[in-house]
């Protein structure tokens, strides 16, 4: 079955542009994690939503945002872009309600490049 | 408080020789643990999981995990590393909130180097 798909797999924006990652779970996995990757901070947590509500939520400034949708489907937007945006951001949907049997299955990721 | 610690950020191993990657955790309830491999420019691949089963948990690739409650550990091991295993490997703890969703830390990583 296909895995989860990110798109777009590269971006480039300018500071003070705003950007939308889109991301297709596996089919069947209804939640949905977003996740920021950068060589100095890690893997860090953005969001997680589940039949189209947040549950969870790390420690990003607001312009951090994000939705799912009744497909599952799922879009974290920036805002306002900055220079320490630049990250790869990675998508992660997981069986849900499993007490996390599952494990996450990510895709490839968005690599964005703030200029 | 839920953490996950990776002893080591960079272990470099030669082909052939066992590889022992070292995770310990701490969590206020049954966490789930996992342990992820990112190859470059690639997403994170799931390694293995623990789930309150067998302590002992084989994974994919012929890596193995073992979870030590006393110890609050969950290393990662592989008895004969392979120059394709040359990767970044992340531990992982996740447990249930009340609210529903899930908390999941991962840990900084550790780079694994295989020398011919």
């Known amino acids: 079955k296909a895995g989860v798909t990110q798109t777009p797999r590269y971006l480039i924006k300018t500071r003070g542009q705003q950007v939308t990652l889109s991301c297709s779970p596996i089919?069947?996995?209804?939640?949905v994690s977003w996740y920021q990757q950068t060589p100095g901070q890690g893997l860090q947590f953005l969001f997680e939503?589940?039949?189209?509500?947040?549950?969870n939520k790390g420690n990003f400034p607001g312009r951090f945002s994000g939705r799912q949708f009744s497909n599952s489907r799922s879009e974290m937007n920036v805002s306002t872009l900055e220079l320490g945006d630049s990250a790869l951001y990675l998508c992660?949907?997981?069986?849900?309600?499993?007490?996390?049997?599952?494990?996450?299955?990510f895709g490839s990721g968005t690599r964005l490049t703030v200029v | 408080a839920q953490s996950v610690t990776q002893l080591d950020s960079h272990v470099s191993v030669s082909e052939g020789t066992p590889v022992l990657l070292r995770c310990n955790y701490s969590?206020?309830?049954?966490?789930?643990l996992f342990w992820y491999v990112q190859h470059p420019n690639k997403g994170l691949q799931l390694l293995l999981k623990?789930?309150?089963?067998?302590?002992l948990v084989k994974g994919i690739n012929g890596f193995e995990a073992e979870f030590k409650k006393s110890e609050t550990s969950f290393h990662l091991t592989k008895p004969s590393a392979h120059m394709s295993d040359a990767a970044e490997y992340f531990c992982?703890?996740?447990?249930?909130?009340?609210?529903?969703?899930?908390?999941?830390?991962f840990g900084a990583g550790t780079r694994l180097f295989v020398k011919a």
């Open positions: 992660a949907s997981r069986v849900t309600d499993d007490r996390g049997l599952g494990g996450y299955t």
């Open positions: 089919s069947g996995h209804r939640s």
């Open positions: 623990y789930t309150s089963a067998a302590t």
């Open positions: 969590s206020s309830y049954s966490p789930s």
């Open positions: 992982v703890v996740s447990e249930v909130l009340n609210t529903g969703g899930f908390k999941t830390i």
């Open positions: 939503y589940f039949s189209e509500t947040q549950r």
